[in-house]
């Protein structure tokens, strides 16, 4: 999708320069970086970060520095500005939840679902959908520096999985089969929305965006959520809006898709969709080995992610997160077309020795402790 220079020659050119940006940019562009861009993505979670600042302060190092210094991208939105609500990402669609304890930490699960039992388009379109109004537009350019060295990343939004949230998994997910037209109205309804404010946000910094991160979960951990067929008549056409939105604006920003699950099956229509570079990467999920991923999609798809937070970093040891690492950097980052990061959010319990093994594994020995070294205290 980016309008990116893409011959023989350029894929194996090398990225010298060691800035996060170049670097990034280098490796989305199917060339050989310096080294395998690396991002924290999702981060940890509340929980799994105090232990990590526990753990690097009893060594002098402070955790938020070091987990700066070693991101290659910036994260940007627009400033919410709206009617008052406690969790504007979600108050504005008329989303409530309540923090549920499980022990060692917490989540944050609905309590209602403002869709739910809706049968007609009448009734959707009367609905209180909110405003592109309620957003700060200016506030995005304000946030990205003049002479930036990170890759800047916008989040621009899910409309099936707010779709789903709304409405409620199940009865979204019989709708698509049942119903597919009223599926399709109130993704319209929700996609007006995105898709004027992705319209404002990149009118507001123009070349200042490099990635469009879309979220949308198409998988579970044994395959689709729905079929080829209902993701090419129901969700497909509201994608390629977005994409097509971003094509136009910033025709050299890569449109990344997070998806957990098993989505091998999925990724032509993706690509279709106008998404360059798949995020999260489950490897634990059924057909989402890396080496069958790299070797069909490879030449045409990036990725992002693929260390695993459900069984390699809280379940494995040192040796087994170095060695999978490497595999990962081997494997995925050949030629270019790799974004190391954890697959989601670093969960609680997971021992902080693998985090850091992680980091180093993919930085290198001599880079990572550059970077405790600037971090400590």
Not at 40 to 55: C, D, S, V, Y
Not at 80 to 96: K, M, Q, T
Not at 127 to 146: E, H, K, L, M
Request: negative net charge; contains cysteine.
């Amino acid at each position: 999708m980016p309008a990116v220079e893409d011959n023989g020659t350029d894929r194996m050119k090398t990225n010298r320069t060691g800035a996060p940006r170049e670097r990034l940019l280098s490796a989305l562009g199917h060339r050989t970086p310096d080294r395998i861009p690396f991002t924290w993505g999702f981060g940890a979670t509340p929980e799994m970060a105090a232990n990590l600042r526990a753990h690097l302060a009893a060594q002098g190092v402070d955790w938020n520095a070091l987990q700066a210094g070693t991101e290659d991208k910036i994260h940007v939105a627009p400033d919410y500005r709206g009617p008052a609500c406690a969790n504007p990402s979600l108050g504005i669609w008329g989303i409530h939840f309540r923090s549920a304890d499980y022990g060692e930490g917490h989540y944050e699960e609905f309590t209602d679902f403002p869709l739910a039992g809706m049968t007609t388009p009448e009734a959707l379109d009367a609905y209180r959908w909110p405003d592109p109004d309620w957003f700060d537009y200016a506030s995005v350019a304000a946030a990205i520096p003049a002479n930036r060295t990170r890759a800047t990343q916008l989040g621009a939004g899910n409309p099936f999985e707010l779709y789903c949230w709304m409405t409620g998994i199940e009865e979204a997910l019989m709708n698509v089969l049942a119903e597919p037209a009223l599926v399709q109205r109130a993704l319209d309804r929700i996609t007006n929305f995105l898709d004027v404010r992705l319209q404002r946000t990149l009118a507001a910094a123009p070349d200042g965006i490099d990635l469009v991160f879309f979220a949308d979960d198409l998988g579970t951990q044994q395959g689709l959520l729905m079929s080829r067929d209902s993701y090419r008549e129901v969700l497909q056409p509201f994608h390629r809006r977005l994409t097509d939105t971003v094509r136009r604006l910033a025709p050299r920003a890569h449109c990344l898709l997070h998806s957990d699950g098993s989505v091998f099956d999925v990724i032509p229509d993706l690509l279709d969709a106008g998404f360059d570079t798949l995020e999260a990467v489950q490897t634990d999920a059924a057909g989402m080995e890396p080496g069958r991923l790299k070797r069909a999609y490879g030449d045409r798809l990036s990725f992002q992610g693929a260390i695993s937070v459900q069984h390699l970093l809280p379940h494995g040891t040192p040796e087994t997160v170095r060695a999978e690492c490497r595999r990962l950097v081997d494997v995925l980052g050949k030629g270019g077309g790799y974004i190391a990061a954890p697959a989601h959010a670093i969960q609680v319990g997971t021992p902080p020795e693998n985090v850091l093994t992680m980091l180093r594994t993919v930085l290198g020995d001599s880079e990572y402790e550059s970077a405790v070294a600037q971090a400590r205290g």
